[in-house]
Nanobody, 128 residues
Framework: VQLQASGGGLVQAGSSLRLSCAAS????????VGWFRQAPGKERDFVSA????????RYADSVKGRFTISRDNAKNTVYLQMNSLKPEDTAVYYC??????????????????????WGQGTQVTVSS
């Protein structure tokens, strides 16, 4: 699976952005997908994940209530709607996926080393 993240940009604090993670080569409909972010000099941090099938979601505490992850199976795309953006949200955002048909336990969703596929990042910069 090849993943393509897009939708980043430079916005002011309080603004919104919607990131997209599109798959090519095969369907993403049977993959659990996650979003991570990495700020300069910092580790790659978990942001959110969405399971396939029932579509249950998980969020990092820092983005709960502001970010929403969703998926459109018809478009083979996973979205990350980011509202009320803060300067501390500035980072390169990556989407990643587990292998098709695999249902990771909750504890694995926020571990980047457990994901099988990664897209290139998209830069999000939030100015104060």
């Amino acid at each position: 699976v090849q993943l393509q993240a897009s939708g980043g940009g430079l916005v002011q604090a309080g603004s919104s952005l919607r990131l997209s993670c599109a798959a090519s080569g095969r369907t993403l409909n049977s993959n659990t997908v996650g979003w991570f972010r990495q700020a300069p000099g910092k580790e790659r941090d978990f942001v959110s994940a969405i399971r396939y099938g029932g579509g249950t979601t998980r969020y990092a505490d820092s983005v709960k209530g502001r970010f929403t992850i969703s998926r459109d199976n018809a478009k083979n795309t996973v979205y990350l709607q980011m509202n009320s953006l803060k300067p501390e949200d500035t980072a390169v955002y990556y989407c990643a996926a587990f292998r098709a048909g695999y249902r990771p336990i909750s504890g694995l969703l926020n571990d980047p080393d457990r994901y099988d596929y990664w897209g290139q990042g998209t830069q999000v910069t939030v100015s104060s």
